[in-house]
């Protein structure tokens, strides 16, 4: 009995391990161990994983320029100072009046009473870098209405047209009701496009700086200027994220199948009760 136990267990981590490279082949595996790739073009993950940096260190630069700004080193801790500055361009630290109220509650809701300058000053810059970016979409939504209009094909009548774009009206900037101006799939291919755009620029950024055919980095050329070199790094900083990101991925499928398999075999494994045992209990 041991021996068929042993060959049902070895049945059961075969019949895994077949699953498992199934998987692989039909892909999957592939894109992990190449998951800069995606035929001759960077992979969604890199592209998304490389905008959503870019998006990030706008927010950053932003920030940055606000506090070098002249205007708010003269303000220094000078309370008053520095509410007059988010009285100026209340827009710039994301304040907008809410109903039946004017901007300028807006404004004295976002300083506060009596506030402490240290603390209003975080404030401030907190909001300039989340304000930054605010109307962007991240990498994910852009890529998963990109990849779902892919989906919808070229024969998509206006019945298809108008279900896509109530599904997808708020990443669109498009009404959810029904009464989308967005009738034909031309111009629904154009809104997204538009949209998507970001991803389409940061995918040339990209390839600018990685040799999609030799599936690594290009070298700088002599005398490359500082914004060269910081393209090349951004790149190369998006391609390890990607590749940590795969990696572990791939690592918690392995621990998972692993997983798996342990369980069943000891399930296979646990004595079982002799059956001269069980008729006696009936």
Not at 194 to 199: D, E, G, N, S
Request: hydrophobic share 40%.
């Amino acid at each position: 009995m041991v021996d068929a136990i042993n060959n049902n267990r070895d049945a059961v981590y075969t019949g895994i391990g077949a699953g498992v490279g199934a998987l692989a082949g039909a892909g999957y595996g592939a894109w992990l161990s190449k998951p800069l790739l995606k035929g001759d073009a960077p992979s969604d993950a890199f592209v998304r994983r490389f905008y959503d940096n870019d998006v990030k260190n706008a927010a950053e630069t932003a920030k940055k320029e606000f506090i070098e700004s002249a205007t708010y080193k003269a303000a220094g801790e000078d309370v008053t100072k520095l509410s007059d500055i988010v009285k100026g361009n209340p827009a710039k630290f994301g304040i907008k009046a809410e109903e039946g109220k004017s901007i300028d509650d807006a404004v004295k809701a976002f300083v506060g009473e009596n506030p402490k300058a240290a603390d209003l000053k975080a404030k401030m810059e907190k909001a300039v870098f989340e304000n930054a970016n605010v109307d962007k979409k991240s990498g994910k939504e852009l890529t998963k209405l990109k990849n779902a209009f892919a989906k919808l094909g070229d024969n998509a009548d206006e019945n298809a047209v108008k279900e896509f774009v109530k599904k997808h009206g708020e990443i669109l900037g498009e009404q959810t009701d029904g009464t989308s101006g967005i009738k034909t799939l031309e111009a629904l291919k154009a809104k997204v496009e538009t949209v998507t755009k970001p991803l389409t620029e940061a995918s040339k950024k990209i390839t600018d700086n990685f040799d999609v055919s030799k599936n690594t980095l290009r070298e700088l050329q002599e005398g490359a200027n500082e914004t060269q070199k910081s393209a090349l790094e951004a790149v190369k900083k998006a391609a390890k994220e990607t590749k940590l990101w795969a990696g572990a991925k791939w690592a918690a499928i392995g621990l998972a199948v692993l997983g798996a398999c342990s369980y069943i075999g000891s399930k296979l494994t646990t004595p079982k009760a002799p059956a001269e045992n069980n008729q006696e209990n009936a």
